[in-house]
């Protein structure tokens, strides 16, 4: 059964700093991984989508990379910003037709 | 990119009255959505997966007939809370993917659901 585990749970840092987020599965057969980003109250945004045969993606200030075969995967958040504070969920597939699994999140607070 | 548009964003009922919640695919056809639940500051908890055509399938715990679901095209998707109680209130999150998997699981804003 595929677990999903994020650390850390909950992160505060000044503005302004680089940041590291990180996401661990233990099943390495994956369709593909899944960032998102939720704000109280909000839906889920999808921040980066990596499929299993990419090693990364990048949008802006972020970067997320893949590594299957550790079962990491890694959300770089780079000259990070007030508006960046929210809840980070990474979320894996095991295949195209599957449901995907969830971390618990990390609750992330970036101070002015 | 892929947007799932979900409605109403809040909607307060009495107890004892459905409430109807939609989620729609914008600009892509979706054979299969999701429909979530959240209790404040706890995970996503997923309720059914919702299939176009067919009837849904339900986790484990989730009573079907108080929560009724309907697929009815590749676009749509509906979730009925029926004879609602106080304990029925909650957020709820639809999501929907795209049959080739190109966008990953792309989800709805979210409906608090309030029952007074």
């Known amino acids: 059964k595929q677990e999903v585990t994020q650390i850390p749970a909950a992160l505060s840092v000044p503005e302004g700093e680089n940041l590291v987020l990180n996401c661990s599965f233990t099943?390495?057969?994956?369709?593909?991984l899944q960032w998102f980003r939720q704000d109280p109250g909000k839906g889920l945004t999808s921040l980066l989508l990596i499929q299993s045969s990419q090693r990364e993606q990048t949008s802006g200030r972020l970067n997320a990379s893949l590594d299957k075969s550790s079962g990491r995967s890694t959300l770089y958040i780079a000259a990070s910003q007030p508006g960046d504070s929210a809840t980070y969920l990474c979320a894996v597939r095991k295949g195209r037709d599957d449901k995907i699994i969830f971390g618990k999140g990390t609750r992330l607070h970036i101070l002015p | 990119g892929a947007v799932v548009s979900q409605h109403p964003s809040r909607v307060i009922c009495k107890s004892g009255t459905s409430v109807k919640i939609e989620c729609r695919s914008l600009?892509?056809?979706?054979?299969?959505m999701f429909w979530y639940r959240q209790f404040p500051k706890q995970s996503l908890m997923l309720m059914a997966t919702s299939n176009e055509g067919s009837k849904a399938t339900y986790e484990q715990g989730v009573e079907k007939d108080k929560f009724l679901i309907n697929h009815a095209s590749l676009t749509l998707s509906t979730l009925t809370v029926t004879s609602a109680h106080p304990e029925d209130s909650s957020f709820y999150i639809c999501?929907?993917?795209?049959?080739?998997?190109?966008?990953?699981?792309?989800f709805g804003s979210g409906t608090r659901l309030t029952v007074v």
């Open positions: 999501s929907a993917r795209d049959g080739q998997g190109k966008y990953g699981y792309t």
């Open positions: 099943d390495s057969a994956i369709y593909n």
């Open positions: 600009d892509f056809q979706a054979t299969t």
